[in-house]
């Protein structure tokens, strides 16, 4: 159970905890916070940013069930120095119009800038592609990813919705956390799946051991994803997935937990690396869209349809059927 406060300086997360006794509390905000790296985790429970029961703990302390557990987030060091510029580059829009952005994201091209990453994302495009439109992006919580409402890995393709405005962004945000947003993929997996369907229901969290990853655990956050399947082929079978949370890299993790990771996955699926069609990153494609207009109420439906490079990987399948 979790609830933020949100200021100028800093965020604060609350959490009662609800697992096993004796999970370490580095662990717990580790899992919790999957976009930070451990070394920065260590550094707020050093800097005495992290409380449980309302104290000020070890990172080696041990949580019970009850506990409860306080984050202080500060804000980006680099929040008001590090502003994304404007970048022209061709977008495939799919929708727009004063409140929202429907964009179709191509393979390679990361969502939004970062320290590390500073130029040649979704978002510098996006600046551009408004700014000549006349119009803006929504100020976000932090000032490199305007608008930004949920977002796909750099080589998965697909659709994203970007808030204009400021009350569409609080919208669309709630609409993503209350599972309200329907977003389904289109996904080439290793290996024949029999089952018409089903669900994964399997907790997420960074890997221990490879910080580029994540795995699932039952230590990790809360993760569900529904599959059905499209198409068999020999040696590999066409999936719809579709997410009911939206983890970090959770399709593809899940992926890999039922034993069908994803074609050409450079993390997950390095066991088939003999198999892969090209070194373009997995075969992942978000091709449905649903919500409800921010401002209007309208229910919307979006779809893209796989792109070529994923095409052309099917076309040299052998088809077994639906």
Do not use: C
Request: no cysteine; aromatic share 8%.
């Amino acid at each position: 159970m979790r609830s933020v406060i949100l200021t100028e300086e800093k965020t604060v997360f609350n959490y009662t905890y609800t697992g096993e006794d004796g999970l370490r509390l580095d662990q717990f905000v580790t899992n919790q916070f999957t976009d930070e790296s451990r070394t920065t985790i260590k550094k707020w429970i050093k800097d005495k940013l992290v409380t449980v029961n309302g104290k000020v703990a070890k990172a080696s302390q041990s949580l019970v069930n009850g506990d409860l557990i306080g984050v202080e987030k500060p804000a980006p060091a680099e929040a008001e120095e590090f502003k994304p510029v404007a970048e022209k580059m061709a977008l495939d829009i799919v929708f727009e119009d004063d409140d929202i952005l429907v964009v179709n994201k191509p393979a390679n091209l990361v969502v939004h800038p970062s320290v590390n990453h500073p130029t040649n994302t979704l978002v510098n495009g996006l600046l551009y592609h408004v700014q000549e439109n006349g119009s803006q992006l929504a100020v976000g919580r932090e000032s490199f990813r305007p608008g930004i409402v949920h977002r796909l890995d750099k080589d998965t393709t697909g659709l994203l919705v970007v808030a204009k405005s400021q009350a569409a962004l609080e919208n669309l945000t709630k609409q993503v956390a209350n599972h309200q947003m329907t977003r389904i993929y289109a996904g080439l997996v290793y290996g024949e799946i029999f089952e018409a369907g089903g669900t994964i229901d399997a907790p997420i969290r960074r890997h221990e051991k490879d910080r580029l990853k994540f795995e699932t655990n039952e230590a990790g956050r809360h993760a569900v994803t529904h599959f059905t399947v499209k198409h068999r082929y020999v040696g590999y079978t066409l999936v719809n997935f579709q997410l009911e949370t939206g983890r970090t890299h959770q399709i593809r993790v899940h992926a890999n937990f039922i034993n069908h990771p994803i074609v050409d996955d450079p993390l997950y699926a390095r066991q088939y690396k003999e198999r892969f069609f090209s070194d373009n990153g997995q075969l992942l494609h978000a091709h449905r869209l649903e919500l409800e207009h921010p401002v209007t109420g309208e229910h919307m439906v979006f779809d893209a349809p796989i792109p070529d490079h994923f095409q052309e990987v099917l076309h040299q399948l052998t088809f077994k059927g639906v």
